[in-house]
């Protein structure tokens, strides 16, 4: 055969072609209607979801699973649509189902294990957790995961571990930094709480603070002695919508402290005594 035949040239590019991943064998097999379908109604559920129409999305979804049992993918927007609206067990079941479904997919273990986590089951939340890890250790989610796990266990030095560990893959991620800092305060570490909030403050900008993280800044500025700070970002937390029914406590006894130490008699320098 010589090098230069037409047979050679084929049979160079198809090599080629399979090495690049651009054949795939199985996609040159029809899909079935019913898959097609399945597909579909799981896309047009997502947009449901994307757009806030919780029970739309519910429908769609259980439809395209009705389609495509084996579609991981769209057990995983069910279960967090049912997530939402309080149906946990069910959620937890399409999770184990599309865990199994896509074993392979480290995103996966690691829905489950927060969908546990929420359902206050730390342990599997864990199992899951050091299952994403094993499949990808550069998965920040993984790490952030386990961590706020052991968090919820108690063992906040393995949290603390875990959250460093994912600070480094993730350094800029703001739901990351804010249970870094939500870990540190559990630990009493009132300072370095403060200082991981100044740089999520610094990661969404002036405005951009959740009502979480102004609730948590507020505790921790009161918990370091200074209830003015720990008033106005308690204050701002409840305009943000917060629905932690401690806040009017918090901000009460914030102001109450504030009122306390202007009462407080100055030192010879002008300041008060604390």
Avoid: F
Avoid at 18 to 28: E, F, K, P
Avoid at 45 to 56: P, R
Avoid at 58 to 85: F, G, N, S
Avoid at 230 to 250: I, Y
Wanted: glycine residues 6%; proline residues 5%; charged residues 20%.
């Amino acid at each position: 055969m010589r090098s230069g035949s037409p047979l050679t040239l084929l049979i160079s590019l198809l090599l080629l072609a399979a090495q690049a991943g651009c054949v795939s064998w199985r996609s040159l097999q029809p899909v079935p209607p019913s898959v097609s379908h399945g597909r579909r109604l799981a896309r047009q559920g997502v947009a449901a979801m994307e757009v806030g129409q919780w029970d739309e999305a519910e429908e769609l979804l259980r439809e395209a699973i009705e389609k495509t049992p084996d579609d991981p993918e769209a057990r995983c927007k069910l279960a967090e649509v049912l997530q939402r609206r309080g149906a946990n067990a069910e959620a937890l079941e399409h999770m184990a189902v599309a865990s199994h479904l896509d074993a392979a997919d480290p995103w996966t273990a690691v829905r489950a294990g927060e969908l546990l986590l929420e359902a206050e089951d730390a342990d599997r939340a864990i199992q899951q957790a050091n299952r994403a890890i094993r499949l990808d250790q550069s998965l920040a989610a993984a790490w952030t995961l386990r961590g706020q796990a052991y968090a919820a266990q108690g063992d906040t030095t393995r949290a603390m571990a875990d959250m460093q560990r994912a600070l480094l893959l993730a350094p800029n991620e703001a739901g990351l930094l804010l249970e870094s800092a939500k870990i540190y305060h559990q630990r009493q570490q009132h300072h370095q709480c403060l200082a991981t909030l100044h740089r999520l403050q610094d990661v969404v900008g002036p405005g951009g603070e959740s009502s979480a993280m102004l609730e948590l800044e507020g505790r921790t500025y009161l918990a370091l002695g200074r209830p003015r700070m720990a008033t106005e970002r308690l204050a701002l937390a409840a305009e943000r919508g917060s629905t932690n029914p401690e806040l009017q406590t918090l901000l009460a006894q914030a102001q109450q402290s504030t009122v306390e130490l202007s009462q407080l008699p100055k030192t010879p320098g002008g300041g008060q005594r604390l």
